[in-house]
């Protein structure tokens, strides 16, 4: 009888006392047996993910395939995982190389949820062409509008709530987000709004029934146009407020007295911040607000690009900056910042209730997107939480203002938000 030795080749990578258990379909197990957190190799296939992508990447595949197994949640794995990760050395590769390559390292076909990498997509354009911009968005937020319920409950809004109180609800902090974007844009009845990315229209409806502004709001993704429509003629506001599904790009009308972008500059892309900031001042009267709403790097000199899995399975070109970029590139194209703040840690505790809603309806999820994109949705959102915890990512609010003729801004002494 052989004996099992698939998990002994992680030896002396996991530690034996910690929080971690690493089991194969041999029977072998790495780590401490008696760990809350166990991480599967269910399958030889699995060690063949691992193996032919090291890092986020094989681990993607391996867990949407199914061929990877989570015991004790996705948050608490990649809790004790990412430390090990980051605290391997070549020596530790050489090693699990040399110990399992033989029978394990083969081709293998990625799953049909993976795009092609950054070089293959090209042949859907230019990074952040309106093609390869429309296909990515689509790629997202075309999942299914029932999946985006479950997840994101009634609110339907895709990006950071800020919390009122730390037992606030999800939809609590939502209503809280979208009113605090209202207060900061000072809207006021007749205003006019323009709303690009405007997601399922939550900004638009809010900002037209609580503060009786006319808004426009824009999105590439048509699922999500065609939900905000009939959301809005059903609450009575298609006389307020109207979503398109159109390239914020395209928009015609200008003389906005305020423009919100929540969540849309993680799309743009770092070399298209100058042209997109241009174009959202050019739509605003003088003394007109620009609230701009988007995760951002913890300094400046990260790289921008996203990870391989988030690229390819999540945010296909997405980009990420820091504030100060940001900043600069608002400043540059006219507008005087007024105020900056960062909601990391509602951002983690918005995650942290979306998961919780997967979890609750997994059922529904997989029946209506199926498992494998279900666990696409899973793994992102735990790793995005884990990223807010540890300060690897924040989420910044930053108010600019088109400042009028000699220098008249429109804004108070002190903020009155």
């Known amino acids: 009888m052989t004996t099992p030795r698939i998990a002994s080749a992680f030896e002396g990578l996991i530690p034996p006392d910690g929080g971690l258990a690493v089991s194969a379909y041999d029977g072998s197990v790495a780590g401490n047996p008696d760990a809350p957190v166990r991480l599967e190799l269910s399958t030889p296939e699995a060690v063949t993910y691992l193996l032919s992508a090291p890092g986020e990447l094989g681990l993607a595949r391996a867990y949407v395939t199914g061929h990877l197994t989570v015991t004790g949640g996705l948050y608490n794995l990649l809790d004790v995982l990412v430390p090990i990760i980051d605290d391997l050395h070549l020596r530790d590769g050489i090693k699990l190389l040399r110990e399992l390559a033989p029978t394990h390292l083969r081709p293998v076909q990625a799953p049909p949820e993976e795009l092609p990498g950054r070089a293959r997509r090209a042949a859907l354009g230019l990074r952040h062409s309106r093609n390869r911009d429309s296909v990515a968005i689509s790629r997202h937020y075309d999942v299914s509008n029932r999946f985006y319920e479950l997840v994101l409950g009634p609110s339907m809004a895709y990006t950071c709530a800020c919390y009122p109180t730390a037992d606030a609800t999800l939809e609590e902090a939502q209503w809280q987000k979208f009113d605090l974007v209202c207060r900061k844009l000072a809207l006021e009845p007749g205003m006019r709004l323009l709303d690009v990315g405007c997601g399922w229209g939550g900004m638009a409806m809010h900002a037209a029934e609580h503060y009786g502004v006319d808004v426009l709001g824009v999105t590439l993704s048509r699922e999500q146009a065609l939900w905000a429509q009939k959301e809005i003629a059903a ?84 980009e990420l900056e820091g504030i100060g970029e940001i900043a600069s590139a608002m400043q540059d194209n006219g507008f005087e910042i007024r105020h900056d ?77």
């Open 341 to 417: 703040e960062n909601l990391r840690e509602h951002y983690a505790k918005t995650l942290a209730a979306w998961c919780a809603n997967l979890d609750e309806n997994w059922e529904e999820a997989v029946q209506d997107a199926g498992v494998a994109r279900a666990r696409v949705w899973a793994l992102y959102m735990a790793a995005s939480q884990l990223a807010f915890d540890r300060h690897q990512l924040e989420l910044h609010q930053l108010l600019g203002v088109k400042v009028g003729e000699k220098g008249v801004s429109g804004m108070p002494l002190r903020p009155t938000w």
């Open 235 to 318: 609450r009575g506001l298609s006389d307020k407020a109207e979503v398109r599904h159109l390239d914020y790009r395209d928009v015609t009308e200008t003389g906005f007295d305020a423009v919100s972008s929540i969540g849309l500059t993680e799309h743009v892309g770092a070399r298209n911040l100058p042209a997109y900031f241009s174009f959202l001042y050019g739509k605003l009267r003088p003394q007109g607000r620009l609230l701009n709403h988007c995760i951002t790097r913890t300094n400046t000199t990260a790289p921008h690009k996203v990870g391989p899995f988030f690229d390819r399975y999540v945010f296909p070109d997405g």
